[in-house]
């Protein structure tokens, strides 16, 4: 069955860059994303990337997909306290109809 | 406006009760999913419909029907609740289409004492 994992706790400093990484199973995914959550709040989508491509820069937020490794990351540039929130990556199967599996989340610590 | 609205934001109940939990979507997607987030926040789904139909149901207890009246709406029923079940339940709607991004609804807390 479809899979994704990550890791699950990240901290970073002020300022720096983040990187949360992510691994997926299914070959067939036409597009991967990142979503955010923040505490007690509903799920916001980050960005995507469509499986033909490489990388994908979106102002702070870089990701990049190496389909041979099924390998899916997310930098944060600058980071800042406010990102500090849990990291959902996510692929969409498409099993009649397109179903999204989510992966275990990173939670994101940015320390001031 | 709100995309995607979920009632109640929390639910406090007992054991062995039947609750639900309505979900409402105006962005006029076709496909509508439920989605179960435990203490440790993993995200799993639960349920899809997609024009009235489900297209899939991950190992969910058959305590829980989703319920359809119509392509707006995806009601989440739970019967004879368990402890277990506590968790965070998220609706979310999505178009079939190039770009199936998933919009959320804020979550449903859902307590079982």
């Known amino acids: 069955g479809e899979d994704v994992e990550q890791s699950l706790f990240l901290s970073v400093r002020e300022g720096d860059s983040s990187v949360i990484n992510c691994t997926y199973t299914?070959?067939?995914?036409?597009?991967l994303y990142w979503y955010k959550q923040e505490p007690g709040a509903g799920l916001q989508l980050l960005t995507y990337i469509f499986s033909n491509m490489d990388m994908k820069q979106d102002q702070r937020l870089t990701v990049l997909l190496n389909k041979k490794d099924k390998h899916l990351s997310l930098r944060i540039a600058d980071t800042q306290t406010g990102d500090s929130a849990i990291y959902f990556c996510a692929e969409n199967v498409r099993t009649g109809a397109n179903n999204l599996f989510f992966g275990t989340g990173t939670r994101l610590t940015v320390i001031p | 406006d709100t995309a995607v609205s979920q009632t109640p934001k929390y639910l406090v109940t007992q054991m062995g009760n039947d609750k639900s939990i309505k979900c409402e979507q105006n962005l006029g997607h076709d496909t509508m999913y439920w989605y179960k987030q435990d203490s440790k926040k993993f995200l799993k789904i639960m349920f899809s419909y997609n024009n009235k139909e489900l297209i899939i149901n991950e190992t969910v207890p058959n305590r829980f029907s989703p319920k359809s009246p119509d392509k707006a709406h995806l009601n989440l029923h739970i019967n004879s609740l368990e402890l277990g079940d506590s968790a965070v339940y998220f609706c979310?709607?999505?178009?079939?289409?190039?770009?199936?991004?998933?919009?959320f609804g804020q979550g449903t807390r859902l307590t079982v004492v």
């Open positions: 979310a709607s999505s178009h079939e289409g190039s770009l199936p991004e998933a919009f």
């Open positions: 299914d070959s067939s995914s036409t597009y």
